[in-house]
């Protein structure tokens, strides 16, 4: 699977958008975009997914390059409950189990 | 309700003790990772197992074995030949197709 590199850290004011940045750039074809998000000391919550096209769901849209090297996750109206971290992660589903690995992430801190 | 559950959530154990931690899960998924996590660190992957009676090491597997006897459980034990045990522990499963992972709550383990 393909490694990803986020910034270790962001901050957002609450109510504006949070635009959390990945870049994969040896991302395979068949690989997918994968963001999941984790609350102090609670398992990671899958936040969203996409191959080549942009997606939107209720909780955040992504927006993947022309070229797939890159990706961003958007949550539009960030609050409080947003901080977390936040991992970006690349991976193939063909079938057989992937070796699906996370980095360090990117902690965002909403603020007041 | 569908999920997984890993258990048990705290546990405390002397050096030298191997401990086995649980994880069940109902979702009828095949895959099913265990994912270690340090103080501040992101989730580094154990092991991971795609059907019954097979699994892989994932980037730190020493110290540590698992079985996969049915596709339900996937449970984990930290052997004495783990140098530094203490970390708090995930386990996850995906299903097929461009399936996100579903976490556990997570097991936090420390060794006296």
């Known amino acids: 699977d393909a490694k990803t590199t986020q910034p270790p850290s962001m901050d957002c004011a609450e109510g504006r958008a949070a635009n959390l940045p990945c870049n994969h750039s040896?991302?395979?074809?068949?690989?997918?975009v994968y963001w999941y998000r984790q609350i102090h000391s609670q398992g990671p919550q899958y936040i969203i997914h996409?191959?080549?096209n942009n997606e939107t769901n209720e909780m955040a849209s992504l927006i993947i390059t022309e070229d797939r090297k890159s990706s961003t996750l958007i949550l539009p109206h960030a609050t409080l409950r947003d901080t977390a971290v936040y991992y970006c992660?690349?991976?193939?589903?063909?079938?057989?189990?992937?070796?699906?690995?996370f980095g360090t992430g990117t902690r965002l801190q909403v603020t007041l | 309700d569908g999920g997984i559950t890993q258990s048990p959530k705290y546990l405390f154990r002397k050096e030298g003790q191997n401990v086995t931690l649980s994880c069940e899960q109902n979702?009828?998924?095949?895959?099913m990772y265990w994912y270690r996590q340090d103080p501040g660190q992101g989730l580094r992957l154990i092991y991971y197992s795609q059907i019954v009676n097979d699994f892989q090491k994932g980037d730190i597997a020493e110290g540590y074995s698992v079985s996969r006897e049915k596709k339900e459980s996937f449970p984990l034990t930290v052997t004495s030949a783990q140098k530094n045990p203490t970390a708090f522990y995930l386990c996850a499963s995906r299903g097929r197709g461009a399936g996100e992972l579903f976490f556990g709550e997570g097991s936090r383990l420390t060794v006296l």
């Open positions: 992660i690349v991976s193939a589903n063909t079938g057989t189990a992937s070796k699906l690995t």
């Open positions: 040896t991302i395979s074809g068949n690989e997918y």
């Open positions: 979702l009828n998924h095949d895959a």
């Open positions: 996409g191959l080549k």
